[in-house]
């Protein structure tokens, strides 16, 4: 397993490349849209964190009711992919009790980035709460590529509620504890290379993970565990055999997300000096 960094063209044994500062045991959450998507998107990175001595968590945040093929599924659909996620995960390395269940419905999950609604389901304090007192350092989510709602709104979730865990407010929910980095990982067809760049300035991942049979296997073993879900995600999982090269393995695609990044005026100051003044 090599973690890649395509800006600086640097490849590397040690996950410090995607995880600067890295630290064993520490504690990464997946964000995942429905059970299968964190294992479809970021089943590398689950198995890096494994092998590194981190302790990964799986944040499910739909129920996976829309997800029946048959009708006469529609009763039993939700308990059936909460049996298939448990084992799904376990083959990547991931502890029952560190996969939570947040029951949305499928393709509401956008009316629970506001910290209260109407409907009552906000997950703002579950989380925050959460992130404080297990002391989360990592955050992994899915991109905000428009092709799904739910998949978005985790998007939210991930770049607007976990930030709060390390602010000074809400001080009934934990003392503050900061999460040190993000990424962001894609399902489908995010990250795209720009058409009409030059080949390392169209990339729109900065960062990623090559791995050899071995681990490309264990996902596609994982994947398989989701058997209610064969129909739907055949097309998904078909494009996963672009990721792989004959000459380097299989490849797996991340963005850095720039949570508050600090602005650098230096720019700003030098053009400054070549401003002109004007009556």
């Not at 955050?139 to 978005?152: G, I, L, Q």
Request: net charge positive.
């Amino acid at each position: 397993m090599e973690f890649i960094d395509f800006r600086s063209l640097r490849r590397s044994s040690k996950i410090e490349l995607l995880f600067p500062g890295w630290k064993k045991g520490e504690k990464v959450v997946f964000f995942s849209p429905h059970d299968d998507d964190a294992a479809l998107g970021a089943g590398y990175l689950l198995l890096a964190t494994v092998e590194n001595k981190g302790f990964p968590c799986i944040f499910i945040f739909c129920s996976g009711n829309a997800g029946y093929s048959t009708p006469e599924e529609k009763g039993t659909i939700v308990s059936t992919r909460k049996k298939e996620a448990v084992v799904a995960y376990r083959e990547l390395g991931v502890e029952k009790k560190n996969i939570f269940f947040f029951d949305i419905p499928d393709f509401s999950l956008m009316a629970s980035v506001n910290r209260e609604g109407r409907t009552g389901k906000s997950l703002f304090d579950r989380i925050v709460r959460f992130f404080r007192a297990q002391k989360i350092s990592r955050v992994v989510f899915p991109s905000d590529h428009y092709e799904h709602w739910d998949h978005t709104a985790a998007f939210g979730h991930g770049i607007y509620t976990s930030p709060q865990a390390g602010d000074p407010i809400l001080a009934d929910l934990g003392t503050p504890h900061a999460v040190r980095s993000y990424l962001v990982y894609s399902v489908w067809g995010d990250f795209e290379p720009q058409s009409g760049r030059n080949r390392q300035k169209g990339v729109r991942a900065g960062l990623g993970i090559l791995v050899h049979e071995k681990q490309e296997t264990a996902v596609r073993r994982a994947l398989g565990r989701f058997v209610s879900q064969g129909k739907i995600m055949q097309n998904t999982v078909a494009i996963l055999r672009e990721r792989r090269s004959s000459e380097e393995g299989f490849l797996e695609l991340y963005k850095e997300a720039d949570v508050r990044k600090l602005i650098d005026f230096e720019p700003y100051f030098q053009l400054l000096k070549n401003c002109r003044k004007i009556s």
